[in-house]
């Protein structure tokens, strides 16, 4: 996924000696490696590649955690009306956000969006009980804004699997927490995208925390940068002033998702879809007069 991961476990007793340490780093490391292999664009011979490259209209047999992905992902298309969309795997490889690795190529950009494309949730169609999925025009499935947060929520089941009852896990930033290191939960703060400010802290008891940004994955072209972020109704990179984005939820495969979608719809359109989810937010929005928050649900006040 391009990043490190991080788990904290609280062992008042004193319970884990290093064996134990490493066969839990070990278990962690080999269940990414399977979300790895099933979901990630960059390797060719991944799940979601072989449903990518199939011909439109045959099935695909699909694990059941990439169906499970899918169907989450499609849902949160819907739900935002196509602005998150996991289609746009040609268009973010054309601006060189995706792969192979490259610089924008305007020919590619201009031939991508010159025609009206439906949205992923109007073309790819999932049978989970059956095991399979399939697409009815061709898409390139980009799982970027979902699936790193459903790699956390992996991490997090290998460590309640093994007894580990108070453990905080996170892959760049997206994190999940189950009991405390203490008395109280895990505290998570959220911090400005520059400088380390702390914007708001989270308690992390039994849920989790997702933030995306504009700052960090960016290109620069001409005289401004283009956002790694994509809204799925235009086509086009994100440029509507929001600089970043925390969503807490119960999972971080919702909170991933819903993070990736405050940063396309700006946080005054997602605010009533975030409400009717009983999700939070804290967004950062770049305003003429400076930076101002936006604060949903328990960031509130």
Same mark, same amino acid.
């Given at each position: ?7 904290? !476990? ?30 990630? /664009?960059?390797?060719?011979? =991944?799940?979601? /590649?072989? @449903?990518?490259?199939?011909? &439109?209209?045959?099935? %695909?047999? @699909?694990?059941?955690? !990439? ?14 009306? $196509?602005?998150? +969309? ?25 031939? #991508? ?6 949205? !992923? ?7 989970? *009980? ?11 499935? +980009? ?35 189950? $009991? ?7 505290? %998570? ?23 995306? $940004?504009?700052?960090? /994955? ?8 283009? =956002?790694? =972020?994509? +809204?799925?109704? =235009? ?14 939820? &119960? +999972? ?16 005054? *359109?997602? *605010?009533? #879809? !975030?409400?009717?989810? /009983?999700?939070?937010?804290?967004? #950062? ?17």
């Amino acid at each position: 996924m391009g990043a490190g991961f991080v788990a904290t !476990l609280a062992d008042p007793g004193g319970a884990l000696g290093p064996g134990d340490v490493a066969a839990l780093r070990s278990a962690l490391v080999a269940r990414l490696e399977r979300v790895e292999d099933e979901m990630s /664009n960059w390797r060719p011979g =991944s799940a979601v /590649n072989r @449903l990518s490259d199939a011909r &439109p209209g045959a099935w %695909v047999g @699909l694990p059941a955690d !990439l169906l499970a992905v899918l169907a989450a992902a499609l849902a949160v298309g819907r739900a935002t009306a $196509g602005a998150f +969309d996991a289609g746009l795997g040609e268009l973010v490889s054309a601006w060189g956000f995706g792969p192979p690795a490259r610089r924008p190529d305007p020919a590619a950009i201009k031939a #991508l969006t010159a025609r009206p494309r439906a949205p !992923l949730h109007a073309v790819l169609e999932l049978e989970p *009980a059956a095991g399979r999925a399939r697409l009815h025009e061709p898409r390139r499935i +980009d799982l970027s804004g979902i699936a790193k947060g459903f790699g956390v929520d992996a991490m997090a089941g290998v460590l309640s699997a093994a007894g580990i009852a108070d453990h905080l896990v996170g892959i760049d930033g997206e994190m999940r927490g189950q $009991g405390g290191p203490g008395a109280g939960p895990w505290q %998570v703060a959220i911090e400005a995208p520059e400088g380390g400010a702390v914007l708001g802290v989270c308690g992390l008891g039994a849920g989790a925390l997702a933030t995306s $940004g504009s700052t960090r /994955n960016r290109l620069r072209v001409g005289a401004v940068f283009v =956002s790694h =972020s994509f +809204d799925g109704r =235009s086509a086009r990179p994100v440029q509507n002033g929001v600089v970043q984005a925390s969503v807490a939820a &119960p +999972d971080c495969m919702t909170a991933d998702a819903w993070a990736s979608a405050v940063m396309i719809l700006g946080p005054e *359109a997602a *605010a009533p #879809l !975030l409400r009717a989810r /009983n999700l939070d937010a804290l967004a #950062l929005v770049e305003t003429p007069a400076g930076r101002a928050q936006a604060r949903i649900g328990r960031f509130a006040g």
